[in-house]
């Protein structure tokens, strides 16, 4: 995968003071609005590695690679340029070409061959991301040796508490110390946690689209924590590769319908979020809906404001949360979020409106499921835990029309 990428040529820090020898000493990241160009590939990687087809990469293994995320996760790393995928799993595709699995990914270099997780020589792997279904993951996970750095992006090790695991998943969780070690890894929210992890539980999608825009009104006082109502859609990738009836195209062109209504597994990972943001149990009415569309998702929020606050001070506070993030976009009082403007790209768009009902206000945000809501945000996250600039690889403008 020896492809350039292409790299901001702007850079800053988070805070002021990481510019300041005096001052506390920030992770270095990229500042908006930006101009890009290509530059070569650094020649070392920062972090410790082993070599990886003869050139100073981190070795990189992929669990689960023939699903959607899997791929998603190969299609990235093509452009990645210390990162190289040197073991693909597929327990039902084991001994095809990645290509035969993915024609479109044929163009690839130097992808491996597939492979069952009990063939792997763990000793060649210096990280991992498991895109295995969840209650697999576990067991796979907690026999890994541990210079391995894993970003999971399975459920399994996303709720902090494994009784209300065991409640959604209908099974005791298998490992639980295991458990204790994860940290949660919405990226924005949760970066220096992530830094210094070894195993990262990737967010949901759902989660995602609506933690990143009420994590921050909650933790301000904006918004109280009754009454929060989400209406929530996806695109159909998002249920997998696996064939099902319901996901026939004739079961869903043409046609919406609400799925999980009152008991999706992703409700508790979002009242996790939202009630360590407010300090205190928050419960919310959630339902998803499955769009025709192939990816791409959108989280209305209908939430209640606090006490003399407006609309203009919900968005004064995600504009100032989001204004040095590269991927979270808070747009301009008006601006409807589209999920095709966020296509095929890593970034998330946030807009809040005034609601009709006094007191209460509309916030949408809208992701790429796929990406900012699976393999992109892995993505960040394992740029982070191996010491690369977190935007690598990650650069595309979304694809429209």
């Avoid at 993915?102 to 792997?125: F, G, M, S």
């Avoid at 949760?190 to 994590?215: F, I, M, W």
């Avoid at 149990?281 to 407006?310: E, N, W």
Wanted: with cysteine; glycine share 6%; net charge neutral.
């Amino acid at each position: 995968m020896a492809f350039a990428s292409a790299h901001l040529t702007a850079l800053h820090t988070r805070s002021s003071k990481a510019c300041n020898p005096s001052g506390p000493i920030r992770s270095t990241r990229l500042v908006r609005p930006v101009e890009c160009r290509a530059i070569s590939a650094p020649t070392k990687p920062q972090s410790s590695i082993g070599q990886a087809n003869g050139t100073d990469k981190s070795r990189i293994a992929v669990l689960g690679a023939s699903g959607y995320t899997g791929e998603e996760v190969i299609r990235l790393m093509a452009l990645h340029p210390t990162f190289a995928a040197t073991v693909l799993t597929g327990e039902s595709q084991a001994g095809k070409s990645f290509s035969d699995v993915y024609p479109h990914l044929r163009t690839a270099t130097d992808v491996p061959t597939l492979v069952k997780i009990a063939d792997v020589n763990w000793d060649e792997v210096d990280a991992a991301f498991c895109c295995l279904p969840h209650a697999t993951t576990q067991e796979t996970l907690s026999q890994l040796p541990k210079h391995i750095k894993i970003v999971d992006l399975s459920a399994d090790f996303r709720l902090r508490n494994v009784d209300t695991y065991a409640e959604w998943y209908g099974g005791e969780h298998k490992a639980k110390e295991l458990q204790k070690e994860a940290v949660y890894g919405l990226t924005e929210l949760h970066r220096d946690e992530v830094k210094s992890a070894r195993l990262v539980a990737n967010p949901g999608c759902y989660p995602t689209s609506v933690q990143l825009p009420l994590v921050p009104l909650l933790k301000a006082g904006l918004i109280t924590k009754e009454d929060i109502i989400i209406d929530a859609k996806s695109g159909v990738s998002g249920a997998g590769r696996s064939a099902k009836q319901n996901l026939l195209y004739t079961e869903i062109a043409e046609g919406i319908n609400s799925y999980g209504v009152t008991k999706h597994r992703h409700m508790p990972e979002i009242e996790q979020g939202l009630t360590e943001a407010a300090g205190s149990d928050v419960l919310i009415s959630f339902t998803p809906h499955l769009m025709p569309m192939t990816r791409g998702m959108q989280s209305t929020c209908y939430v209640k404001m606090a006490d003399g606050v407006d609309v203009q001070q919900l968005r004064q506070r995600l504009e100032e949360q989001y204004a040095d993030e590269t991927f979270v976009h808070v747009l301009p009082a008006g601006q409807i979020p589209h999920t095709r403007h966020v296509r095929g790209s890593n970034f998330t768009y946030i807009s809040v409106f005034p609601d009709r009902l006094p007191g209460r206000a509309i916030v949408i945000a809208v992701l790429d499921n796929l990406l900012k809501g699976a393999a992109g945000q892995a993505m960040q996250n394992l740029n982070i835990m191996m010491g690369q600039p977190e935007e690598t690889a990650l650069m595309q403008q979304a694809m429209f029309p």
